[in-house]
């Protein structure tokens, strides 16, 4: 074992010192080579792996004994590669938390960032900018989306929003709420609220555009002599007839019984038919289909 | 996605508790849904930076608004200075050496 792999020479502590000695100059370590605390810099992450390692070996009395005796090496376990918060800060979805604070006042020196950001400073001094916006993911049941509903969203700061969701909402559509973002700065007005929604599946609906497709199974008789069934739709249940001689993958369109197109109207919902055997053939089914087939025989597999 | 029920399992020593008060306080911004708040894995990420800040660091409890502010400073920084290198990247050649000398002559202005 390389020297340097010796816990306590991580921690650069004595091998005779206490449990705070060791807490107190892992804290000491920790402030400085957190990768969090040090965004830019990758070597960090292997000595902050190291020293933690050491820290969670030296901090277990039992394992710290287990260490001393020799029993175990430095390594004690492996813990699993922790993704570090400034991995996924950096990548795009982490602007959701990003300041402007760092730089905004750039915007009153600097024509560049003025013209980059398109809010210029008004009056020399003084800066006055737009707050920043702030983005909330709100989840919509998937029939809500479709019809349309009110929808609470609850602000961090306790305090709570009615939002519209409009009828038809895809997802991921974005939602702006005027001025419920952060406040501005200077005499600036308050940054808006994006509230992106997140459609969830619905256990029989699924949506094609402006469809609603509905898988609808129908007994072998339905299929065969033709029958009124109920469907459900977005609405409510509706009345629709099977025709005679039906089959598996035949689709029945409920016109305008969809979702509401963004220029007015409405799309299909499409009725899907999948013909389902009984539970049982029993006797009598069996013995009808052998007297049955020997007349009519028929292949449905002819064009493979 | 993470329910907090999920994030409390996933991360095992921070409380339902702390982690409503952390939501709350607005350290961190989960997805709402009808079920409760909803965590992706930037979520779940933060939460792990928070319960560090305060369990390994011992940061107290009243500075981690001002820690998590700077990082988020940062974080914005790094992401306006790579979008702005890349926009300079994208400049012919004669253009990106008129910006380096430039850069570079204010640097050397400043040492003075």
Known sequence: MPKS???YTLLGVSRTASADEIRKAYRKLAKELHPDLNPGDK????QFKNVSQAYHLLSDAEQRARFDRGEIDASGQETPQQQYYRHYADSDRGRRY?????????????????????H?????????ARGQDVLYRLAVPFLDAVNGTKQHLNLPDGSSIELTIPKGSRDGTMLRLRGKGRPGLGEGPPGDALVELSIQPHPYFTRDGDDLVLELPITLDE????????????????????????TTGDVLRLR????????????????????????EVDKDLAEFLEKWRKTHAYNPRAAL | MFSEAEVVTVIETISLHELRGWVHAGWVAPAQSEEGPVFDELDVARVRLVQQLRRDLAVPEDAVPLVLSLLDQVHGLRRELRTLTQAVDAQPAPVRTDICSAYQALLRNRNI
Do not use: N, Y
Request: glycine share 18%.
């Open chain 1, 256 to 279: 305008g019984k969809g979702v509401a197109k963004a220029g007015g109207g409405h799309g299909d919902q499409r009725v899907v038919l999948k013909v389902v055997m009984p539970d």
């Open chain 1, 5 to 7: 792999d010796d816990p």
């Open chain 1, 43 to 46: 070597s960090v992450e292997d």
């Open chain 1, 120 to 128: 210029g400073a008004e009056g020399a001094g003084r800066v006055h």
């Open chain 1, 223 to 246: 299929a065969a002599l033709g029958a009124k069934v109920e469907v459900p739709s977005a609405t409510g249940r509706l009345r629709v007839t099977v025709p005679k001689g039906s």
């Open chain 1, 98 to 118: 990003d300041s402007s604070a760092g730089f905004r006042d750039f915007e009153g020196t600097s024509d560049i960032f003025a013209d980059l950001f398109g």
